[in-house]
């Protein structure tokens, strides 16, 4: 079992920046792919950014160029900086956790590839 466990969100001006952060305790962390999604308000969830185990990064195109993923194996932390805000960025934030190594990338696009989910972490965007 995998405790994932999101802090950093809250509320940010359009233009501004918030980093997330992901704990997820354990010596198994480094073997994991990490991803992040968000769900609006009447939403599905979509994907935005994973980062694999050995440290390829994907994104969604409606953040590339704007947020980055990063992950610290030695404390088992996965990193989302959020920069150039959008109000449409607003969101419930969750980080996500397979150990599973697809053959395919588009796999960690797609939220079922995932087995660990944390609670979500809010961000609010102001116009």
């Known amino acids: 079992q995998v405790q994932l466990v999101e802090s950093g969100g809250g509320l940010v001006q359009a233009g501004g920046s918030l980093r997330l952060s992901c704990a997820a305790p354990g010596r198994t962390f480094s073997s994991y792919t990490m991803g992040w999604f968000r769900q609006a308000p009447g939403e599905e969830r979509e994907f935005v950014a994973a980062i694999s185990w050995n440290d390829y990064t994907y994104y969604a195109d409606s953040v590339k160029g704007r947020f980055a993923i990063s992950r610290d194996n030695a404390e088992s932390t996965v990193y989302l900086q959020m920069n150039s805000l959008k109000p449409e960025d607003t969101a419930a934030y969750y980080c996500?956790?397979?150990?599973?190594?697809?053959?395919?990338?588009?796999?960690?696009?797609?939220?079922?590839?995932?087995?660990?989910w944390g609670q979500g972490t809010h961000v609010t965007v102001s116009s």
């Open positions: 996500a956790a397979t150990s599973t190594r697809y053959y395919s990338a588009t796999y960690y696009y797609t939220q079922t590839s995932y087995r660990y």
